[in-house]
């Protein structure tokens, strides 16, 4: 008989809805402003920040590694830096 | 001056650093995954510690008086993986640009918003559980075991009513997705030995049917909400809900909130992210995160944690 390699918990792991770290870049309608040190979009030809964009659902939205963690799964530090 | 560890995608540091821009405050965003771009200078023996932003270096260990170590990125963390340098010289750039910022811990008498060290203590789930027994939380009952035969006792003692939760975050990267697992209820015929003597589980009494609650602590702030994902009040794990989950800000007893206040105190954090659930009037302890998020709460149970982080920052250790 196979004995088992993985893990008893990885029988229910569960696809997360953002991406893995290296599916996710910044689109050309989001940047990071050194200046006010936060993400903007444009928005009717001004730079806002991303936290102000209007609700507008014909728009892009930021897409971030916390999809899943905005929803409360928000284990996804790792142990300090790594 | 304010720093902010974490990297520029993280967008619940924007709602605390438009509140320190409107305050005025001295505010310093570092987003370590693109540390490579801000040449850094540490001297001996007349101590300095300086980083260099927008073409100018900045001697922080004259001004700083607190740190908020949120979510640092990786250096290269954005590159595909065909870009990425190798996995021996990815460790090796993350491991000195982490001691350089650890170094941010020999600058005296500077809040921090959490500690580094005591963070990592306090996601262990066992000093979680620990700490929160100590203070006076009633705790489900609970087995962490590796051992098949321990686990189906403790189910059997339940009743089979049992779920099972990794001990330390369960995230799981591949190459092109990632995953998660989350709390799960578990039939005692699912325990094996060969797949559970691998890494030991959290086993623990399923209460159902409950009021969950998510209560965040910042300093002398808290910040009680109820959980509601639906009608189902028996449902296992909340997190698996992503869109009919609703978070609506409520009151706990005077008792409660004392408790939750003491447990950060216990673990030494000045933040903290509590999971609690109430059956027949008794409050029982989940989990804290001391490193949990709350943006979605700025919005949707409509409390100013943004500003109470703020406050906390700006006033650091306070000394006289």
């Known amino acids: 008989m196979k004995r088992s390699t993985e893990p008893l918990l990885f029988r229910y792991k569960q696809g997360c809805c953002s991406p893995s770290r290296a599916g996710v870049q910044m689109k050309d309608e989001f940047r990071y402003d050194e200046d006010i040190q936060m993400a903007v979009t444009l928005e009717d030809g001004r730079w806002v920040p991303v936290i102000e964009m209007q609700d507008d659902p014909k728009k892009p939205k930021p897409i971030t590694k916390k999809a899943d963690i905005e929803k409360g799964d928000d284990q996804k530090d790792e142990r300090r830096w790594r | 001056m304010i720093v902010i560890i974490s990297n520029q995608f993280d967008f619940a540091i924007d709602y605390v650093v438009r509140e320190l821009n409107r305050r005025g405050e001295n505010t ?37 008086k607190s740190v908020w170590f949120r979510r640092p990125g990786k250096p290269f963390e954005w590159l595909s993986h065909k870009e990425k340098p190798s996995p021996q010289v990815l460790r090796f750039v993350e491991d000195q640009w982490h001691s350089f910022l650890e170094g941010l811990l020999a600058i005296p008498d500077v809040l921090w918003v959490n500690n580094i060290s005591r963070n990592q203590d306090a996601e262990c789930k066992i000093i979680q559980l620990m700490a929160a027994q ?15 035969g321990k686990a189906k006792a403790f189910s059997d003692m339940l009743n089979g009513e049992v779920i099972v939760k990794a001990l330390y975050a369960p995230l799981i990267e591949y190459d092109d997705k990632d995953y998660f697992i989350f709390t799960n209820k578990i039939k005692p015929e699912l325990i094996d030995h060969d797949s559970l003597k691998l890494a030991p589980c959290i086993f623990q009494e399923f209460i159902s049917p409950k009021t969950e609650y998510r209560i965040t602590v910042i300093g002398d702030d808290i910040f009680p909400v109820t959980v509601n994902p639906g009608n189902d009040s028996t449902h296992v794990d909340w997190r698996k809900e992503k869109c009919e989950i609703k978070f609506k800000s409520c009151e706990v007893p005077s008792l409660i909130k004392k408790r939750c206040f003491d447990l950060v105190a216990e673990l030494d954090l000045v933040f903290g992210a509590i999971d609690l659930v109430e059956r027949d009037g008794h409050f029982y302890f989940l989990e804290i995160n001391p490193n949990g998020e709350w943006a979605w709460l700025q919005e949707e149970a409509g409390l100013d944690i943004a500003s109470s982080i703020a406050t906390t920052l700006a006033k650091g250790l306070e000394i006289p």
């Not at chain 2, 001297?43 to 001004?63: A, L």
């Not at chain 2, 100590?134 to 098949?148: H, N, R, Y």
């Open chain 2, 134 to 148: 100590k203070v006076g939380f009633k705790l489900p009952k609970t087995c962490i075991t590796s051992d098949a």
């Open chain 2, 28 to 64: 310093l965003r570092i987003n370590s995954e693109d540390l490579i771009n801000h040449p850094v200078v540490t001297t001996f023996p007349d101590f300095s510690y300086k980083i260099t932003f927008q073409g100018k270096m900045m001697e922080i260990n004259k001004q700083l």
